[in-house]
């Protein structure tokens, strides 16, 4: 469980979350919704430990992320970043085995165990063919399913994922998500998700964290959240669900 | 497991070329001896053997440092040159040829120590932010700073025309006035500093792929960052403390490596160890008998053989840096 406590953070001056409080259960699927620059970034770096809020705590597994050392963090959240890094020069095997360090020590050979899940991530992914190639090589869907391997690979109950679905193409995009989707079924992994188009969080997250003005507007199944009231708030566009497809105009 | 074999073989093998190309030069040099009078005579215990090792020393020190600065701020261009600290110990070492401090053992090199330090300390100040480190500004820093001491430096020269030769001579590295005293110097800094860096190299791959990426995968960041940066400024200080200048180690033998070997630094640092050494100390062989009985800087050399070295192997090559 991951549970946020009065959480505010600012960049300088600028307030970005503003005393946010939820609780997200193990084992669901929630997707970060929100227009530009409310925070939904932000708000996945404080609970991924990347960034210390300046009031508030983020509490998992009861206990609060500031606790644990890096080591202790990354064997129990996993975060799959915006841009995924292009210009260096490990194969994709290479970097999905970089997943496995929080459970090496230093100057320790891989283990027997670190390759086979290694293997095993990659394949889940539909990246093993990949596993000689550079990032240079790989296309962004490609790469980004890189990526999500390596986080898989952390073997971690919590995954959080930055707008993993920004740069692809709609056919990639239901390809990522079916993913996910598929990944919360089987292992009950917890996924928080930031995504921007709405009609595929409506489709593939059965919850969501819709966040406005700093706060956090509604917490609930994403089929309420995505009201037309509750969009025109958060977006200030109109919006109808017809046949569970939302039809957005200005 | 077959991976970090290799890493040994290789390592061996590296070594015991390297012990073999010191017994080689050790046995060449502008005086000839036959193997008795070699073992016999103090110029080969006083000046040559404290020479090869020096040479060895501050090659391999030089080359590691530059590898971890490349991963460590993610930038191809950067090494201790560039950033500005082998020309903040000249600015030291120029100080005291003016003042005349050569024939005192530790002044040369003692303040060149200082000024090293002083000027990463400044560097760092300028490119800090909070408790992070912003890499275009240190690469930029570390740039300016050295067109600003190498101003300093030709205006001291030509004010004072009579020590130009010795100022020069220290600028552009030299191995000829090694001691004993340096090697025992140098040491200690060398097998704790290498050591430090073989212990982190695993942590400088996940560096290498971004420090938010690194923590996220359990990488202590800063403070990794924090330790290694030290013991290679340490490293770059002492070893320009004893010789003076020499650019182009430390870009090019990691790269080098890196282009035959790929980017995983548990095998750039090791063997950056043994090339390094390597290289060095046949440029240093090459600067003391190429055109007896004169010295040429060492710096020239390792210029004159890496720079079309690194192109050939750049051009060759599929991966880019």
Known sequence: MIEVRNLTYSYGKKEILHNLSFQVETGTFHAILGANGCGKT???RCIAGLLTPQSGTVNIEGRPTASYNPRQLAQRIAMVQQHPQTDIEFSAFETVLMGRNPYQRRLQNESQEDWSIVEQCMKLTNTWHLRMALPSQMSGGELQRVMIARALAQQTPILLLDEPTSNLDIAHQFEIMELLQ????REGKTILIVVHDLNLALHYCP???LLHDRSLLFQGSTAEALSSERIATAFGVKARNIDGYLRIER | MKKRINIWIVSAALLLLLVAAMVLCSGVGVVRFDRQELLQSPIFWNLRLPRIILSVLVGAMLSVCGGVYQSVFRNPLTDPYVLGISSGASLGAAIAILLGWEAHLWGVGGMALFTALLTILLIFRVASMGNRMHTTTLLLTGVCLT?????????????RQDKMESIIFWTMGSFASASWFDVWLLIPIAVIGLFVVIFYSKDLNLLLAGSETAQSLGVEVEKVRRRLLFITTLMVAFSVSTCGVIGFVGL???????????ADNRRIIPYSIFIGALFLLLCDTLARTLIPPNELPVGSITSLVGAPMFIYLLYKSKRRI
Request: glycine letters at 2%.
């Open chain 2, 147 to 159: 067109f600003l001491i190498s101003a300093v430096i030709s205006l001291m020269m030509a004010m």
């Open chain 1, 207 to 209: 919850d969501a964290l």
């Open chain 1, 42 to 44: 932000t708000l996945l």
């Open chain 2, 252 to 262: 090019v033998v990691p790269h080098c490596v890196r282009l035959v070997c790929g």
């Open chain 1, 182 to 185: 598929d990944i919360n079924q």
